[in-house]
């Protein structure tokens, strides 16, 4: 059974990085074919898909209304992978996901979710 979960800081100031960790375990980030993506909702709003990476390491696509501003990476000793959110704004507060994707548009395991809050 593939678990996900997301870690990082709760509050974040503006104009900062945010920086999130998702770890996971019962799959391997490397397995064919497996993408990764973090999706976050804003307070109110709808789910947000923000970017993913895929088993070969490749910053696969991102949203491009966040591009600019998000970077993706991982770490295969640890299993991990990493989303950083530059010049957060109070409009970045969400609950940010990290996703499994089996491939195909198959949606696997989601993480608990994070709750990160942008605020001076």
């Known amino acids: 059974q593939v678990q996900l979960r997301e870690s990082g800081p709760g509050l974040v100031k503006p104009s900062q990085t945010l920086s999130l960790t998702c770890t996971v375990s019962?799959?391997?980030?490397?397995?064919?074919?497996?993408?990764w993506h973090w999706i976050r909702q804003a307070p109110g709003k709808g789910l947000e898909w923000m970017g993913l990476?895929?088993?070969?390491?490749?910053?696969?696509g991102y949203n491009p209304s966040l591009k600019s501003r998000t970077s993706l990476s991982r770490d295969t000793s640890k299993n991990q992978f990493t989303l950083q959110l530059s010049s957060v704004t109070p409009e970045d507060t969400a609950v940010y996901y990290c996703?499994?994707?089996?491939?195909?548009?198959?949606?696997?395991?989601w993480g608990q979710g994070t709750q990160v809050t942008v605020s001076s």
């Open positions: 990476i895929n088993w070969r390491g490749d910053t696969a």
């Open positions: 996703v499994h994707e089996i491939g195909g548009g198959t949606w696997g395991s």
């Open positions: 019962g799959a391997s980030l490397t397995t064919d074919y497996y993408y």
